[in-house]
């Protein structure tokens, strides 16, 4: 076990096209933000394990020799195992949480326990140590926030216990992991993920663990050659749901209408397509005028087919009106119902257009913000590189 503190970092995400049909084995497209959740760990000896998330308000503290006398065979030592409903029953049952337990809070606990008890029972003893985690993106708003928590917690508990070297050890300010540790954090996070979204494609843990844009597939990423330089608005509704919920939602229908369904998810695996195609013959200058009209009908395509698997909102159609007067195209990003979705802003769309689109937006009780995308994936920093902003915030933990 390292005895110094570690600061990890890990970005959202955007899915550019394929939510929802990337569940079902379809390409999506999907860019790391540059909106970041920050953990914090430092060991202890005082024989307690801590977590602290102030985003959403939880608190909790155990006795490691309490949960070092529990029964945790039923994790697989040392292996990277889907966990089981019956496993995260049985993490329910120790952590004493209400059988019918589903709030934000309760999952994030309970990923922390999954991969805090799997990862550190290969130590003779439990950890004892003090996890903070802080973000900057909103919850449940389809922007990984999830997945860059399950990240952050993955990529600092594995350093921590010395399953994978510290980066930053040959100094610097910030460091990335060499490629078989971030596939090793990517294998982690998504089990975290699993145990708070139930069956995620895992393209959110993939995007927060290498950065950058990739392309996603059963479990196969290929990055982009380079991160398109797209400008996007990006406007959350503040409607909040569950991603869990809506995911179920779209098999249901599937299962219900497979006829109309099927191809409608094979439609969207060839926007994705398409959108890679355009992308591809992206130069240094960018993208010409008629290529940036193809990405326009790609996101009108792609945000019709989504309405139709059940997952659009009245705020997210409110969006797309708010934006199509001002000549601008919108479609939701992540798993819909409200959260987040995103606007593509040509080159040609003035700053006045831009500020005109997002007062709009903000009237309609809307958050909007221009973003820069293809941010660095899940990085581990010095303390003292770190804005004063996010260590001040850190350190009110
Ligand atoms: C959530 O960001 C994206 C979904 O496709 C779910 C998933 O891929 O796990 C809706």
């Given amino acids: 076990m390292l005895s110094e503190g570690l600061l990890v970092s890990a970005p959202g995400k955007v899915i550019l096209h394929g939510e929802h049909a990337v569940v079902h084995g379809k390409v999506a497209l999907a860019v790391a933000v540059n909106l970041r959740t920050f953990l914090r760990l430092q060991p202890r000896n005082n024989g307690k394990v801590s977590l602290r998330l102030p985003n959403i308000g939880v608190k909790r503290d155990w006795e490691v020799a309490k949960l070092q006398q529990l029964d945790t065979s039923f994790l697989e030592p040392g292996d990277v195992a889907a966990p089981t409903p019956e496993q995260v029953e049985k993490l329910k049952e120790m952590a004493g949480f209400p059988e019918d337990c589903k709030g934000s809070e309760h999952l994030a606990v309970l ?95 993939a995007v927060s663990t290498w950065g950058g844009a990739l392309r996603y597939q059963r479990g196969q990423m290929t990055p982009l050659q380079r991160p398109p330089a797209l400008k996007i608005l990006l406007t959350n509704t503040q409607v909040p749901r569950s991603t869990k919920a809506l995911v179920a939602n779209v098999r249901s229908r599937l299962i219900k209408f497979p006829k109309i369904v099927a191809p409608l998810l094979d439609s969207m695996d060839a926007i994705s397509l398409e959108c890679e195609r355009v992308l591809g013959e992206m130069t240094e200058a960018g993208l010409a005028p008629e290529q940036y009209l193809i990405l326009e009908e790609l996101i009108d395509m792609n945000q019709h087919h989504l309405n139709a698997l059940g997952v659009g909102h009245t705020s997210l159609d409110q969006l797309c009106q708010v934006t199509g007067a001002q000549g601008l195209h919108s479609k939701l990003t992540g798993a819909g119902g409200g959260g987040c979705g995103i606007t593509l802003l040509r080159p040609d769309v003035g700053q006045p257009t831009v500020e005109a689109t997002k007062q709009a937006l903000a009237s309609c009780g809307f958050d909007c913000w221009e973003t820069s995308i293809g941010a660095p994936g899940v990085s581990i920093h010095q303390a003292a590189s770190l804005d004063a902003a996010i260590r001040q915030a850190l350190n009110g933990l």
Avoid at 148 to 164: F, K, P, S
Wanted: hydrophobic content about 40%; overall charge negative; aromatic content about 10%.
């Fill in 111 to 205: 990923a922390f326990l999954y991969l805090y008890l799997s990862i550190g029972r290969k130590q003779s003893t439990l950890p004892s140590l003090d996890v903070s985690v802080w973000s900057e993106l909103p919850t449940g708003a389809g922007l990984g926030s999830s997945a860059a928590y399950a990240v952050c917690l993955a990529a600092a508990l594995l350093t921590a216990c010395e399953e994978i070297p510290n980066p930053l050890r040959d100094g610097g300010h910030a460091s990335r992991w060499a490629t078989e540790d971030l596939e090793f954090i990517n294998k982690w996070a998504f089990q975290g993920e699993r145990v708070i979204h139930g069956n995620p494609s895992g393209v959110d843990n």
